[in-house]
């Protein structure tokens, strides 16, 4: 028997305050596969992952998570792993990147032994080898606060991932990272997801070459509506790209499998 659905949206639809954000929403995420989701601003992008990841009520339609309308909100949001740049400030700047990733499993930011809720020498082996399995061993020990920006983004998708997540958000993970940070970051990112057991992933990004060849498919946004979703490499077209960015492509590149928009 095939596993359910990661994750399933029927006809939903986000209202609030007499605007409609979301209409006629459709999509579904099946087991190992790894999303990215496009659009300019104001499309709809952070109120899908909200509604995806139980932090809105959908106004209409449903939202099916594992086959199930999941209810206990609390127990999903731990059930998803959302990693954005942001996360990186909660994090004190002394702890290492050892002890960052076992705070995922304690649902704490910043390492705190309370008398009879304490990590456990499993947790630590487990974090250890984690960091191992995304080829981050190297900073097991460092301060977090040393840690280059792709390096947090390591250590914080390895921090996600203890808690053993269905689902991991990546919400534009390189904002901010100059291009020799971000190339590594990458190179690393579609390494990782390719090779190793983990959950279904979504990408979500302004820029088109920031969908490594792992992120096999796309959904498309344009004023709270699906635009195309699919095959990356069917759904990213030029004509597409310029009818919702409502801007002039010179040409769209494949370079290494991945999209490189030339603007005019």
């Not at 995420?29 to 932090?55: F, I, Q, R």
Request: hydrophobic share 40%; proline share 5%; charged share 20%.
């Amino acid at each position: 028997m095939s596993n359910p659905p990661i994750l399933e949206f029927e006809n939903v639809g986000y209202r609030q305050q007499q605007t409609q954000i979301l209409s006629d929403i459709n999509w579904m995420l099946d087991d190992g596969e790894h999303w990215a989701v496009l659009g300019p601003n104001g499309s709809g992008k952070t109120t899908l992952l909200e509604v995806a990841c139980g932090y809105l009520w959908p106004s209409s339609g449903r939202v099916l998570r594992l086959g199930e309308e999941m209810l206990d909100l609390r127990q999903l949001r731990r059930s998803i792993g959302w990693v954005t740049s942001e996360l990186a400030t909660k994090i004190p700047l002394e702890e290492t990147a050892l002890e960052t990733v076992v705070t995922g499993r304690l649902s704490q930011w910043g390492l705190k032994f309370f008398l009879g809720d304490q990590p456990s020498e499993q947790d630590f082996a487990d974090a250890r080898a984690l960091l191992s399995q995304l080829s981050c061993s190297h900073l097991v020990a460092k301060p977090f606060g040393v840690l280059s920006q792709g390096e947090r983004q390591q250590v914080l998708i390895a921090r996600a991932r203890m808690a053993e997540p269905f689902l991991l958000v990546l919400d534009e993970p390189c904002a901010g990272m100059d291009p020799g940070v971000r190339e590594r970051f990458l190179g690393w990112l579609n390494e990782v997801v390719s090779k190793t057991t983990g959950p279904t992933t979504i990408l979500v990004t302004h820029h088109l070459e920031e969908i490594v060849p792992c992120i096999s498919q796309t959904l498309m946004l344009a004023e709270g509506r699906i635009v195309a979703s699919g095959r990356t490499h069917e759904v990213v077209t030029k004509t597409r790209i310029e009818e919702v960015y409502q801007t002039s492509l010179y040409k769209l590149e494949n370079v290494a499998g991945r999209l490189w928009p030339l603007w005019k």
